[in-house]
């Protein structure tokens, strides 16, 4: 079993593409010859009575959150409606659509965690609703996650690299309004609709489990056929505007702005997750927004522990862990030109002070 | 003929709780629940992770990598991401010891 301590992924020649990412013929060959494959990762100790109190699940921070988060959802969809047609649509248009996206990241993550909430059902509708609104085949990014949880940042079999490297900054930018991504999930949906699955998914999603895939891209085929028959009955954008993939581009940028804290700029091809992922602290309405997921050292150490206990997780294992960033601005003095300077040397990251006292 | 193992005493296992026990170069995990004790493999069928280290709510025991969640009475999957069932032993309480049938 490889351990924390096996890390021989980048010999002196290995010149880094963004070719190295594909999960089939990318460096995935590379890094299970390296150990880090399903690897042992290091954890930082937490006695196991504290553990069980930090796993314990609830239902009413969950559904107080969710019940907010889709009256903010229904009341800025109302002011769309009544603004549309006049100038202030756009205005409105943005408003909703940074609501109804922005936060349904965090949720598609805490709710496929299966962590969200204490009941089952409660997990799989958040997760289903949540998907569609950030526009995530619900099987497929199920599975994803859960090698991103596995192989974290490990070249070549991550499906889930926010930067790949050399960085692409017009992609980037693009993908702020999810103007690449989000067609090219559309069209995969098609694709999944009419059973045909993408290569490099089939690597990470069982076969059992290609069914679903299929029949959950029907049902999404079928929303969207709704909502643009909709349009047409109507004579109006709205409906479009409402659901489905405008929202999506209008709303990607929050997402982006949270998500790019987890990782961008640190090292992959580490078994650290103290190497690889920020804590950041954040105001009460971004961790609302974004459902703590900025301790996100402790979120990959111990995905079992739920949105609602990480801040306490958080006081359990900092003395263990590099100083969490002041807030997101901390956070971003350092993405912004880490990133830069990756964009012309992929090989550079940054390094996080791990504590000495530490493996 | 049977080959109960003991595996600890019963007090040794907070109630919801699991432990890890290992036999013969195999890892099981032992539960108890209700005042009854479960025995299944160790190692979470999706990847290697040990149960040991999950949270047992009631009757279900969920893999602390990736949240996937089995049934300890009967081993069953309970979703993505785990689609294989858990193989599952005779556990029974004698004495106050917790003893379990392991597998040949």
């Known amino acids: ?90 205005l409105a248009f943005f408003v909703y659509a940074t609501i109804y996206t922005g936060p349904a990241d965090s949720r598609w993550h805490e709710a496929g965690h299966g962590t969200a909430f204490k009941t089952r059902w409660m997990n799989d509708v958040l997760y289903q609703m949540a998907c569609f609104q950030v526009l995530r085949r619900p099987s497929v990014w199920k599975w994803s996650h859960a090698r991103h949880h596995t192989d974290t940042l490990v070249t070549g079999r991550d499906p889930e690299v926010a930067v790949t490297l050399p960085t692409d900054l017009l992609g980037m930018f693009l ?57 047409i009955y109507f004579g109006s954008w709205l409906p479009l505007a409402l659901f489905g993939l405008l929202p999506v581009m209008g709303g990607t940028w929050l997402y982006t702005f949270f998500g ?10 580490v078994l650290d997750h103290r190497k690889n992922c920020r804590t950041v602290y954040m105001n009460p309405v971004f961790r609302f927004l974004y459902w703590n997921m900025n301790y996100h050292v402790e979120h990959h150490m111990f995905p079992m522990v739920p949105f609602h206990a990480l801040p306490q997780l958080h006081e359990t294992i900092k003395a263990d862990c590099p ?37 | 003929m049977t080959n109960w193992t003991e595996v600890c005493a019963l007090d040794d296992i907070d109630d919801e709780d ?4 290992d036999h013969n170069n195999h890892t099981y995990a032992v539960y108890r629940y209700n005042d009854k004790v479960y025995a299944t493999d160790g190692l ?32 069953r999957a309970l979703g993505a991401p785990v689609c294989i069932n858990l193989k599952t032993y005779p556990a029974k309480v004698e004495g106050g010891q917790v003893l379990v049938q392991l597998g040949g």
């Not at chain 1, 006695?47 to 609830?58: G, N």
């Not at chain 1, 999930?185 to 690597?203: D, S």
């Not at chain 1, 790019?260 to 091809?269: F, I, M, R, S, Y």
């Not at chain 1, 964009?343 to 791990?354: L, M, N, T, W």
Request: proline share 7%; net charge neutral.
């Open chain 2, 18 to 21: 699991v432990m890890r026990f």
């Open chain 2, 44 to 75: 979470c069928t999706h990847e290697h992770v040990h149960l040991a280290d999950g949270l047992v709510m009631e009757h279900v025991v969920e893999c602390p990598k990736h949240n996937g969640r089995f049934d300890i009475r009967d081993g």
């Open chain 1, 175 to 231: 993908n702020l309004f999810s103007i690449k991504s989000g067609p090219r999930e559309l069209w995969r949906v098609l694709r999944n609709a009419f059973g045909i699955l993408g290569e490099e998914e089939k690597t990470f999603v069982p076969e059992m489990e290609w069914p679903q895939m299929v029949k959950e891209a029907r049902v999404w085929v079928l929303l969207y056929a709704v909502l643009i028959a909709s349009a």
């Open chain 1, 260 to 269: 790019l804290t987890q990782h961008a700029g640190l090292p992959e091809n």
């Open chain 1, 1 to 90: 079993m490889p351990t924390a301590e096996t890390n021989t992924f980048a010999g002196p020649n290995w010149t880094r593409t963004q070719d190295d990412y594909h999960l089939i013929s990318g460096a995935g060959e590379r890094a299970h010859a390296a150990g880090l494959v399903n690897a042992s990762w290091y954890k930082c100790p937490v006695p196991r009575p504290r553990m069980k109190q930090l796993m314990q699940r609830e239902d009413a921070q969950a559904i107080r959150d969710t019940v907010l988060w889709y009256a903010l959802i229904i009341a800025a969809g109302a002011v769309l409606v009544a603004t549309w047609g006049t100038a202030w649509a756009w």
């Open chain 1, 323 to 359: 100083p969490a960033y002041d807030g997101t601005l901390a956070a971003y003095r350092e993405i912004i030109p880490a990133v830069l300077k990756q964009a012309q040397d992929p090989h550079y990251y940054v390094v996080r002070p791990v504590p000495v006292t530490a493996a």
